[in-house]
């Protein structure tokens, strides 16, 4: 029986099972005897075995039947809940992560079949299991969410299944790390011929960065690749050295499961150093780049685990995924746009009513009618798409919780993680980009921010550590703060660190604020030097979280108390952002303020606009509040009316009176960017498109207070 | 770009004086519409448009000519240009036609004096039948110019 007309709800529906059974696994280990998060766990499990079963998932089916097992014996209180048990669940909760990936990838669930895994399940079941074993498995099962570069040299399951083959049949399996000069203008050109090279040898099993990143040129001097061969090592290097602007190869040869590091190391040494010279002579621009210690450049997320045998796969570079992307609707906004449709179907029968000569009526004014009515109806269209388009940030916060319980036990830190603002909500592209740079800042806090709970009791702070997610909307941009109360950043070091390196003058740096000196971690390959003197590492790859921002239109920036703890803000314009905004009358022209800036409007008579050291300020329920009079800002005439209306804005604790001279009213705003040539006005967020098709500019409040 | 071949220019009016933009660079030419002034913005910028649910800024030519005000009257145009990655409107007061001209008809200007500055100018086309005498521009010097880019 065909499937695949099944197979995208079975993903959807079990992505969404397998977060609930993140969500609720949490749970559970805070409160291990509720009965009823342990009866929805089961639950969810059970649908998720049935559905993986009817899908004829067997190897997903067996792994979720034996979390049943371990599951249905906790539910009858035989088995006590510990947090290495959890552990195992939430590996067992990463297979079946993996499990779905590899369907969405190739529709089928791959070879891997997690046997430690089920293994460990046993042994819980029958009482014997050995904590001190937990640990094991982390490694062999690469996970999306474990990926911190310990595990750059654990193959992908499936190429470890076709090594073992490889060697079984009698070949060799070698790692092999190029290294390309500085340079080297065609990066992927040469890329290629020591790839075709290697083809003519034997077959590549794995390549880091993919072949797909690897054309693109989206990678440093160095990749990475692992090949089969019958050829020798000293071969191979021979042929790869051969092709032009190569400066370095490192060809490692793997062996079955115990690695021979030790073996490989003695050359590995040897020819990074000839690598490293290489790169002298050619001034190396990036010295952080080519360090020895660096092994695992690539971070092993790019890790494709789609390179399967070359000749029974189709090559997975640039094949997309078998199920597409997809956007839950709330049914009521579908409903909307359901409306809208059946509108524009009544506006078309009148036109063609108007145009197939149907005369009794006045045609004119029909006509007009219509084209306005059709007006109308586009631009409701139009909105309401672009709302179906927008999902609440919820999506990517809700994989934190889970994440951040797994990095603190690795580290043994006490961590609570605090959310808010999950409803917020961000265009689907944005959202789709904004978990990894996330992800970063918040392992960046929980690692480097938090400071261990020993030194934590010596500076007298509460064991716990605490990190705040929050999202809001702040005028015409949405904000995520990640916040922890940790050690905070020493500016000093920083500037010192700015200093050794050299590459800013010294009165540069002399002169800047401590807010430059704070953006300086924002520099690609700042935090690599810091590194290696061994301060404090914060800021490792902040440059990956701030080019990944900055592409989206955003930016990112840092506050920090030392000893107090950092925050994070990253702000996100809202390029496709509807708002809720005030439109009001400046003059003759029309300007829309930000609704959710807005505290309150008030009627005044220019009597109680007082003076206070040269800046107009009233008197508001006791409260000073300067005002602004926009039309000066402006640049416009100003009124001398006697009647003002103040719309009073608050940002933070500040809040500021601008004068107004009418309203026009409350409406739902397409927020568009001015473009880049105007982008330096920055009293102006944007602008939006009007009802009558004219633009209004939108103030930006936050400049303005 | 060949260098033999002929170029096609659009040809514009300022104070009866004829212009001409290479025509690769002309998007859409449009007719007047309502432009919101931009505050702050560099004098040369009349202030931003709506292109079909886009907003792009448009300059005034004669702000930058250094000429007169002038009412719209219903020649009044909006040539709007295609920058590397945006597009920007301006202000003419008339256009004429697209001409075809040859690089060989077209002579340096570094000795004319004007109220125009010289740096705008790329050269002066001559069209073969007849007497037209064609102003050529460098239209992106004219944008970074109008946006203060580069000063």
């Known amino acids: 029986m065909d499937m695949s007309q099944y197979l995208q709800i079975f993903i959807e529906e079990s992505k969404d099972n397998l977060q609930s059974l993140n969500e609720n696994l949490l749970l559970l280990e805070s409160e291990p005897d509720s009965e009823q998060v342990i009866n929805d766990i089961f639950r969810v499990a059970h649908t998720l075995k049935g559905m993986a079963g009817t899908m004829g998932f067997v190897k997903m089916q067996h792994l979720t039947h034996s979390i049943e097992n371990v599951l249905s014996e906790i539910r009858n209180g035989k088995l006590h809940v510990t947090s290495d048990m959890v552990d195992i669940l939430f590996q067992c909760l990463d297979a079946l992560e993996n499990y779905v990936d590899q369907i969405i990838k190739t529709s089928a669930e791959g070879q891997e079949e997690y046997k430690e895994l089920l293994v460990q399940l046993e042994a819980i079941l029958k009482g014997n299991f050995a904590p001190a074993a937990a640990t094991a498995p982390v490694e062999a099962a690469p996970t999306p969410s474990s990926n911190d570069g310990e595990s750059a040299y654990v193959l992908p399951a499936e190429v470890e299944y076709i090594k073992k083959q490889a060697i079984d049949a009698g070949l060799n399996v070698y790692k092999i790390n190029v290294l390309l000069a500085s340079t080297c203008m065609l990066k992927a050109a040469r890329a290629f011929i020591v790839f075709s090279d290697l083809e003519d040898m034997g077959d590549i099993i794995l390549a880091e960065p993919n072949a797909q990143e690897i054309e693109e040129e989206k990678f440093d001097q160095e990749f990475m690749v692992v090949v089969t ?3 020798s090592v000293e071969r191979v290097k021979e042929v790869i050295m051969a092709v032009a602007e190569v400066d370095g190869v490192t060809v490692e040869e793997l062996i079955l499961r115990a690695s021979s590091e030790e073996e490989t190391k003695e050359e590995t040494k040897e020819e990074t150093k000839e690598a490293a010279q290489a790169q002298d002579q050619g001034q190396g621009p990036q010295p952080a780049e080519v360090q020895p210690e660096k092994q695992h450049t690539p971070p092993p997320a790019s890790a494709p685990p789609a390179s399967a045998p070359p000749a029974s796969a189709p090559p997975a570079a640039g094949k997309t995924n078998v199920a597409g992307k997809s956007v839950r609707v709330n049914i009521d906004r579908l409903d909307t746009l359901m409306n809208l449709v059946s509108e524009l179907i009544i506006v078309k029968t009148q036109l063609e009513g108007i145009s197939g000569g149907d005369v009794q009526t006045n045609s004119e004014t029909n006509y007009s009618d219509s084209v306005e009515y059709l007006e109308r109806v586009t631009t409701s269209l139009h909105d309401a798409v672009m709302k179906v388009r927008m999902v609440p940030v919820e999506s990517v916060f809700n994989r934190f919780p889970r994440m951040l319980r797994d990095v603190s036990r690795k580290l043994g830190k006490n961590i609570d993680l605090i959310m808010s603002g999950e409803e917020t909500e961000l265009d689907r592209t944005v959202i789709d980009e904004i978990g990894d740079p996330l992800i970063h800042l ?27 997610l929050r999202a809001y909307q702040d005028g015409n941009s949405v904000v995520i703060e990640v916040e922890d109360d940790g050690r905070g950043i020493d500016v000093n070091r920083i500037k010192q660190k700015a200093l050794d390196r050299g590459d800013i003058p010294r009165e540069v740096v002399e002169n800047m604020t401590d807010q430059e000196i704070m953006d300086l971690l924002f520099r690609p390959s700042f935090s690599m030097a810091q590194k290696i003197t061994d301060l404090s590492g914060r800021g490792v790859g902040l440059d990956v979280v701030k080019s990944k921002i900055i592409a989206l239109g955003g930016n990112v920036e840092v506050a920090t108390e030392l000893g107090k703890g950092s925050k994070f803000r990253v702000r996100l314009p809202l390029t496709l952002a509807i708002i809720q905004a005030l439109m009001v009358n400046i003059s003759s022209e029309k300007y829309a303020i930000p609704l959710n800036n807005i505290q309150n409007i008030e009627n005044i008579n220019s009597s109680q606009i007082k003076l206070v050291q040269n800046q107009e300020v009233i008197v508001l329920r006791n409260q000073v509040i300067p005002v602004v009079r926009l039309d000066t800002i402006l640049e416009l005439p100003s009124s001398d009316k006697d009647d003002l209306i103040v719309v009073v804005v608050r940002k933070g604790e500040k809040q500021v009176g601008f004068v107004v001279d009418s309203l026009i009213g409350q409406q739902e705003i397409v927020i568009k960017p001015l473009g880049k040539y105007l982008n330096n006005i920055h009293m102006i967020a944007g602008a939006t498109i009007l009802g009558n098709g004219e633009v209004a500019l939108i103030l930006d409040i936050n400049t303005l207070v | 770009m060949d260098i033999t071949s002929k170029q096609q220019y659009v040809v514009f009016e300022m104070d009866k004086q004829n212009f001409g933009i290479n025509i690769q660079s002309v998007q859409i030419i449009e007719r007047m519409k309502s432009i919101m002034r931009v505050p702050k913005s560099h004098l040369a910028i009349r202030g931003v448009m709506n292109l079909r649910g886009e907003i792009i800024p448009v300059i005034d030519i004669r702000r930058l000519f250094n000429m007169d005000e002038l009412e719209n009257t219903e020649f009044t145009r909006i040539m709007i240009l295609r920058m590397e990655d945006a597009l920007v409107g301006c202000i ?40 037209e005498i064609v102003t050529l521009l460098n239209h992106e010097r004219l944008v970074e110019v109008a946006f203060g880019i580069n000063e």
């Open chain 2, 92 to 131: 003419v007061d008339k256009v004429n036609e697209v001409l075809d001209i040859d690089p060989n008809q077209i002579e340096a200007t570094s000795t004319m004096h004007g109220k125009i500055d010289s740096s705008y100018i790329i050269g002066v086309g001559k069209v073969i039948d007849g007497d």
């Open chain 1, 229 to 231: 061969t019958g050829e």
């Open chain 1, 442 to 468: 918040l392992r960046n806090a929980a690692d480097h921010g938090l400071e261990t709970t020993k030194e934590r009791k010596e500076v007298e702070k509460p064991d716990k550590g605490t990190i705040h």
